[in-house]
Nanobody
Framework: EVRLVESGGGLVQPGGALRLSCAASGFNLSASAMSWVRQAPGKGLERVSV???????WLSDSVKGRFIISRDNAKNTLYLQMNSLKPEDTAVYYCVLIETSLRGQGTQVTVSS
């Protein structure tokens, strides 16, 4: 069974950092294109980062210079390092297996003082 489980969210002050994890099972993460998307309250899904099978990455303009996407092939886990967090980063974050659009249950990130 293909499954994605996100973790690492929480409440953080502006300027703080969090690292999100996405544990994958049922498929080889290193052979798959993956993305992180987020959904802020009352808004649609926004793609914030992508990593392809070759390891090349893409970041949206809204997070460029602050977020880093990476993966640990041995752990079959995807990460999103989020630095210099802003209140507008508040959202539920999901990891997505791009070829199937499968996503996990999400993890809540709240940036507030």
């Amino acid at each position: 069974e293909v499954r994605l489980v996100e973790s690492g969210g929480g409440l953080v002050q502006p300027g703080g950092a969090l690292r999100l994890s996405c544990a994958a099972s049922g498929f080889n993460l290193s052979a798959s294109a993956m993305s992180w998307v987020r959904q802020a309250p009352g808004k649609g899904l926004e793609r914030v980062s992508v990593i392809n099978r070759a390891g090349s990455t893409w970041l949206s303009d809204s997070v460029k210079g602050r977020f880093i996407i990476s993966r640990d092939n041995a752990k079959n886990t995807l990460y999103l390092q989020m630095n210099s967090l802003k209140p507008e980063d508040t959202a539920v974050y999901y990891c997505v297996l791009i070829e199937t659009s499968l996503r996990g249950q999400g993890t809540q990130v709240t940036v507030s003082s």
